[in-house]
């Protein structure tokens, strides 16, 4: 069949190189970087972060081939600050976004407490027992009832 391994997608050779960059031949504040097993989730992202600097003249990505994990990411500055300069800032500012939003995310989307589901298996208790249910004999051994039948929750 044609179709790579679907390891190759995930792993990468012992001697390979995550990232290399590689300075334009024609103009030092131009560059190249050549990022394997990612895709446009990540080039988008740093694309985006690196148009928000000023100093930045051109940035851009590009997948050369569906098939073959490597994106290639073309950075061209303006001479008060050099490409890799532009891209660490630009990785500094996006971890630092998404720290804002995992802590915005944490504030706003409660967690279940221990004590809401002690007052919740309480009040199911309670009304088995005004319907007049007995106990489960099994529920009493440490066995509960799931989905699927009963599992031991000990």
């Known amino acids: 069949m044609n179709q790579p391994d679907r390891y190759s997608?995930?792993?990468?050779?012992e001697d390979t190189p995550k990232v290399e960059f590689v300075v334009d031949a024609t103009s030092k504040c131009a560059g190249t970087y050549t990022i394997r097993l990612e895709?446009?989730?990540l080039g988008n992202l740093l694309r985006?972060?690196?148009h928000s600097d000023d100093s930045v003249v051109f940035a851009g990505y590009r997948?050369?081939?569906p098939l073959d994990p490597l994106m290639v990411v073309?950075?061209?500055t303006t001479e008060d600050k050099m490409p890799h300069e532009a891209m660490d800032h630009a990785i500094q500012d996006l971890r630092a976004?998404?720290?804002e939003l995992k802590d915005q995310l944490q504030e706003a989307v409660p967690r279940p407490h221990n004590e809401w589901r002690e007052q919740h298996e309480r009040q199911q208790q309670?009304?088995?027992q005004q319907q007049g249910f007995m106990q489960d004999p099994y529920?009493?051994?440490g066995y509960a009832q799931g989905r699927y039948g009963y599992g031991y929750q000990g």
């Open 48 to 50: 985006q972060q690196l």
């Open 9 to 13: 997608r995930f792993t990468l050779p």
């Open 39 to 41: 895709d446009h989730t």
């Open 97 to 99: 976004e998404l720290r």
């Open 63 to 65: 997948i050369p081939h």
């Open 139 to 141: 529920a009493a051994q």
């Open 126 to 128: 309670e009304q088995q």
């Open 74 to 76: 073309r950075i061209q």
